[in-house]
């Protein structure tokens, strides 16, 4: 870890002062840096954005969709926003989330917060398939919520990272169509969830839950679930970040960008100093980079 941090702290010398003096300029290919956490929690208000809640997507799933107040005068990128709570807990109403959906559309996305079915009671893959299914959505109501169908992201902390992760790169080739997308942000999301990921200890009986499986040894829904695995050169650009002390292990971020970068996926990979975890890492700093990262990538 010490040698990790080392090496991620002389990247970022090089590379913070590149990143952190432009917010228009298109993100690099490849970047990696550090940069340091918030100070404290941050739940902006914003008073241009409307929002339509309780929107159903499937049969017994809703999302609330996050528009600019101001009319459209083109169709907008919209981005689905995933909450996380290991699997097994969490909604779209989490206020983390609901701010998060709210900053993308004062930011000009179109942005859906998602609720999807949880586990024990839903098990993998239940929750990933609502998730896709919302993009399906999204592009069958692109006309009603000013939408380009072509230009759609996600965005994911902790599960959420993971779901979106998965979604991101099952599958292969056009990132315009069915539930593909086209640019994924992912903060902390487990992406090896078998036997050979490192894992927490206290970790391992939610993902056990949520794969149905008595053990991670005997378990193919593993294999399945884990975004690395899945890893192709077609799949969407990632913005990937994770702190370097937290509770998921920064070795998940690590393998999986590699993985993505072996494939020529364009990523773009942010450790931050400390423990936080997900969305607590959404500093003023890390905000910026992820919408210089999105408006980017679904112009």
Avoid at 20 to 32: D, I, L, Q, R
Avoid at 231 to 248: G, K, M, N, T
């Amino acid at each position: 870890m010490r040698k990790h941090l080392l090496v991620s702290l002389a990247i970022g010398a090089t590379l913070m002062a590149l990143v952190g003096c432009t917010s228009t300029a298109s993100a690099p290919a490849e970047s990696s840096t550090t940069i340091d956490p918030p100070a404290f929690a941050q739940f902006p208000s914003y008073t241009d954005v409307t929002t339509q809640k309780g929107v159903e997507y499937t049969a017994n799933e809703h999302l609330d969709a996050c528009q600019p107040q101001k009319a459209a005068s083109a169709e907008r990128a919209a981005v689905i926003v995933v909450h996380g709570g290991t699997w097994r807990r969490g909604n779209k109403a989490d206020a983390s989330y609901a701010e998060i959906c709210q900053w993308l559309a004062h930011a000009g996305f179109v942005a859906f917060d998602l609720d999807y079915r949880l586990a024990p009671e839903h098990p993998f893959p239940a929750g990933f398939d609502d998730v896709r299914a919302s993009v399906r959505w999204i592009r069958s109501h692109a006309t009603k919520y000013d939408v380009d169908p072509a230009r759609i992201g996600a965005f994911g902390g902790s599960a959420g990272g993971s779901l979106v992760s998965l979604l991101g790169t099952y599958g292969s080739g056009s990132i315009t169509s069915g539930s593909r997308v086209a640019a994924v942000v992912e903060l902390s999301g487990p992406a090896n969830l078998t036997s050979t990921g490192a894992e927490e200890k206290s970790f391992i009986p939610d993902q056990l839950q949520y794969l149905h499986c008595g053990s991670l040894t005997s378990c193919p829904a593993a294999k399945a679930a884990s975004p690395l695995f899945h890893v192709d050169p077609s799949d969407p650009p990632f913005f990937v970040a994770h702190s370097l002390e937290e509770r998921i292990p920064l070795s998940q971020s690590d393998d999986f960008v590699k993985a993505l970068r072996t494939n020529a996926v364009r990523t773009t990979f942010v450790t931050v100093r400390g423990d936080l975890h997900s969305v607590a890492m959404l500093s003023p700093k890390l905000r910026k980079l992820i919408l210089t990262f999105l408006q980017s990538n679904l112009a």
